[in-house]
């Protein structure tokens, strides 16, 4: 009689935080792959398993649904105290009543639990296997000039 092992079930862990100042938005219009956005990172912080800056000339590639929602395609550098960068990629989606959604475009303050904003995180770097070795989900806030999170290791 064999005995089939049940997969482990994934807890939260808190990990880091981010905290990204963002440029002025790029509003490439409709394209062939629906209403393209581009909001540069401009600087920022990361605190918690890794700290540093938010590094300029990343950014978050996004596309506007037919529904109001947002594809999101973050991706930005940090650079640690001790000068090791790290490569940080979000993919998320953000979505809410369309009233709420605008509200968050004109920069205006939104309750966070007005609308819906996770992303999915991955990390590179040559020097801290641990960052790679682990999926992070991302609780979100959309701010006028900022986004912030708090990443969760998934176990």
Not at 23 to 31: A, C, F, I, V
Not at 38 to 51: A, N
Not at 72 to 93: C, K, P, Q
């Amino acid at each position: 009689m064999s005995s089939v092992a049940e997969p482990p079930v994934p807890e939260l862990e808190p990990a880091f935080e981010v905290d990204a100042e963002l440029g002025p938005l790029e509003d490439h219009g409709q394209t062939s792959v629906g209403h393209r956005r581009i909001i540069p990172v401009v600087g920022g912080t990361i605190t918690g398993m890794f700290e540093g800056e938010l590094l300029a000339g990343g950014a978050d590639w996004q596309v506007v649904r037919a529904d109001g929602s947002i594809a999101l395609d973050a991706r930005y550098s940090a650079r640690g105290a001790d000068g090791e960068l790290v490569f940080i990629s979000a993919r998320g989606v953000r979505s809410g009543d369309p009233e709420v959604l605008e509200a968050l475009l004109r920069g205006e303050e939104v309750d966070p639990s007005r609308y819906y904003f996770r992303t999915a995180i991955t990390i590179e770097s040559s020097t801290r296997p641990e960052l790679e070795h682990s999926i992070f989900v991302g609780s979100c806030i959309r701010e006028a000039n900022r986004v912030r999170y708090i990443a969760y290791r998934v176990t």
